[in-house]
C-alpha cells in the first residue's frame, strides 16, 4: 500500500519559540487582535510504501524520533492518507 | 599529536581550525572528508563551524548521520578528545554526545561579535590551561546558538560542572533569573543559565558556541582561543 505522509513538527510548549513570538508581535502591531499562543513550525510531506497502515506509521514514527524531529524541543503529529 | 578536522559540505571554518593547530600551534592536522569512516591515526577530533548540509532540517540534524559521525562516536567513546565549536557543537548535541539542543537565537538575528566568557568547570581535557572564573573574549557566529535542555539536564550539569563556558559581563557578572523575564545583556542569544559551552561527563567531550580558532593570534583581534588547543596538547 502506499500512503501520503504528513508531518507537523511544532516546537514543544516547554521551549520558547522566538519565531513565533516574533510573529505574534507582527500581528499584534498590525492590528489583528486576540490572536496569542503563536508557535511557527514545519510540514514535511512525502509518500510511503508498507504493508499496512500500521508499519506505514511504525515506520514514520521511527523516522521521526530518529532524525525528521529532535525530540529534546519538538513534537510532531502523523497523517497519513491513502495514495 | 595528529588532529583531524571533520568537513561536511556547508562547513566553513574548517580552514580557520586547521590553520590554528597546524601554523599556529605546529601539530599535525588533516581535513577529514565526512564519508571517510576511520578515525584510527587521529588523536583529537574537531568538529568545526559552519553550516552543515545548510542547517537543513535543522542545524547539524543531517550532519549527525553522516558515516564519519559513528567513527567519532566511537572515538569519544574511547576517551578520546573531540571537540565541537558552534556548528560541531549542535553536532554532538544532535547525536547524544552532550545533552540538550541549541535552538534559534532569542533576537532571531545571526549574531557575530565578540563575547566576554567566564571559565567555571575544571576537567575538560580542552581546558586545563585556563583558570576558574577565568574571564576570556572570543568571537561568536551563529543564528542557533541558544542552549536549551530540560530543567532536570540542566540541574544535573550544574551540579556535576559541567558548564565549562558561560556567557558574563567583563566584570564576570554572570546573573540567570529562573524567572525568564530579563536575559543579561551580555547573553547573545538567550542561552539558558548564560551557557556558552558544556563538557560531557568524563570532560574528553567539549562543545561550544564560541570561536576558540578564530581568537589565536593577535591580529585576529584575540589569543584567548589559544590555550583550547594548548591545553589537549600538553594535558
Same mark, same amino acid.
Not at chain 2, 35 to 58: A, C, H, K, M, N
Not at chain 2, 59 to 69: E, M, N, T
Not at chain 2, 124 to 148: D, K, L, Q, W
Given at each position: 500500500?502506499?500512503? %501520503?505522509?504528513?508531518?507537523?513538527?511544532?516546537?514543544?510548549?516547554?521551549?520558547?519559540?522566538?519565531?513565533?513570538?516574533?510573529?505574534?508581535?507582527?500581528?499584534?502591531?498590525?492590528?489583528?487582535?486576540?490572536?496569542?499562543?503563536?508557535?511557527?513550525? %514545519?510540514?514535511?510531506?512525502?509518500?510511503?510504501?508498507?504493508?499496512?497502515?500500521?508499519?506505514?506509521?511504525?515506520?514514520?514514527?521511527?523516522?521521526?524520533?530518529?532524525?525528521?524531529?529532535?525530540?529534546?524541543?519538538?513534537?510532531?503529529?502523523?497523517?497519513?492518507?491513502?495514495? | 599529536?595528529?588532529?583531524?578536522?571533520?568537513?561536511?559540505?556547508?562547513?566553513?571554518?574548517?580552514?580557520?581550525?586547521?590553520?590554528?593547530? @597546524?601554523?599556529?600551534?605546529?601539530?599535525?592536522? @588533516?581535513?577529514?572528508?565526512?564519508?571517510? @569512516?576511520?578515525?584510527?591515526?587521529?588523536?583529537? *577530533?574537531?568538529?568545526?563551524?559552519?553550516?552543515?548540509?545548510?542547517?537543513?532540517?535543522?542545524?547539524?540534524?543531517?550532519?549527525?548521520?553522516?558515516? *564519519?559521525?559513528?567513527?567519532? *562516536?566511537?572515538?569519544?567513546?574511547?576517551?578520546?578528545?573531540?571537540?565541537?565549536?558552534?556548528?560541531?557543537?549542535?553536532?554532538?548535541?544532535?547525536?547524544?554526545?552532550?545533552?540538550?539542543?541549541?535552538?534559534?537565537?532569542?533576537?532571531?538575528?545571526?549574531?557575530?561579535?565578540?563575547?566576554?566568557?567566564?571559565?567555571?568547570?575544571?576537567?575538560?581535557?580542552?581546558?586545563?590551561?585556563?583558570?576558574?572564573?577565568?574571564?576570556?573574549?572570543?568571537?561568536?557566529?551563529?543564528?542557533?546558538?541558544?542552549?536549551?535542555?530540560?530543567?532536570?539536564?540542566?540541574?544535573?550539569?550544574?551540579?556535576?560542572?559541567?558548564?565549562?563556558? @558561560?556567557?558574563?559581563?567583563?566584570?564576570?557578572?554572570?546573573?540567570?533569573?529562573?524567572?525568564?523575564?530579563?536575559?543579561?545583556?551580555?547573553?547573545?542569544?538567550?542561552?539558558?543559565?548564560?551557557?556558552?559551552?558544556?563538557?560531557?561527563?568524563?570532560?574528553?567531550?567539549?562543545?561550544?558556541?564560541?570561536?576558540?580558532?578564530?581568537?589565536?593570534?593577535?591580529?585576529?583581534?584575540?589569543?584567548?582561543?589559544?590555550?583550547?588547543?594548548?591545553?589537549?596538547?600538553?594535558?
Amino acid at each position: 500500500m502506499k500512503f %501520503k505522509v504528513e508531518v507537523f513538527v511544532s516546537t514543544r510548549k516547554d521551549v520558547l519559540d522566538p519565531q513565533g513570538k516574533a510573529v505574534e508581535h507582527a500581528l499584534a502591531n498590525l492590528g489583528f487582535s486576540g490572536m496569542t499562543e503563536v508557535r511557527v513550525g %514545519k510540514y514535511l510531506t512525502f509518500f510511503i510504501d508498507a504493508e499496512n497502515r500500521e508499519s506505514a506509521m511504525a515506520g514514520v514514527d521511527d523516522a521521526c524520533e530518529k532524525l525528521l524531529t529532535n525530540p529534546i524541543i519538538e513534537d510532531y503529529e502523523i497523517n497519513l492518507t491513502e495514495a | 599529536m595528529k588532529f583531524g578536522v571533520v568537513v561536511f559540505p556547508g562547513s566553513n571554518c574548517d580552514h580557520d581550525a586547521y590553520y590554528a593547530v @597546524r601554523r599556529v600551534i605546529g601539530e599535525d592536522a @588533516r581535513f577529514v572528508w565526512h564519508t571517510e @569512516r576511520d578515525l584510527e591515526s587521529y588523536d583529537v *577530533i574537531i568538529l568545526p563551524g559552519g553550516f552543515s548540509y545548510g542547517d537543513y532540517l535543522r542545524a547539524g540534524a543531517i550532519a549527525r548521520f553522516s558515516p *564519519i559521525l559513528e567513527s567519532v *562516536i566511537a572515538h569519544a567513546k574511547k576517551g578520546k578528545p573531540v571537540i565541537g565549536i558552534c556548528n560541531g557543537f549542535q553536532v554532538l548535541c544532535e547525536c547524544g554526545l552532550l545533552p540538550g539542543a541549541l535552538i534559534r537565537n532569542r533576537s532571531l538575528k545571526f549574531s557575530c561579535k565578540w563575547v566576554n566568557l567566564r571559565y567555571e568547570a575544571t576537567g575538560s581535557i580542552f581546558t586545563e590551561r585556563y583558570y576558574v572564573n577565568e574571564i576570556v573574549s572570543m568571537p561568536i557566529a551563529h543564528g542557533e546558538g541558544n542552549y536549551f535542555a530540560d530543567n532536570e539536564t540542566l540541574a544535573m550539569l550544574e551540579d556535576t560542572g559541567r558548564i565549562v563556558w @558561560r556567557y558574563c559581563a567583563p566584570d564576570g557578572t554572570s546573573e540567570w533569573s529562573s524567572s525568564d523575564a530579563e536575559i543579561p545583556a551580555y547573553n547573545p542569544n538567550g542561552s539558558l543559565n548564560n551557557i556558552a559551552g558544556i563538557r560531557n561527563e568524563f570532560g574528553n567531550v567539549l562543545g561550544m558556541m564560541p570561536h576558540p580558532e578564530r581568537a589565536c593570534e593577535s591580529v585576529t583581534g584575540g589569543m584567548d582561543g589559544l590555550r583550547i588547543f594548548e591545553s589537549v596538547i600538553n594535558g
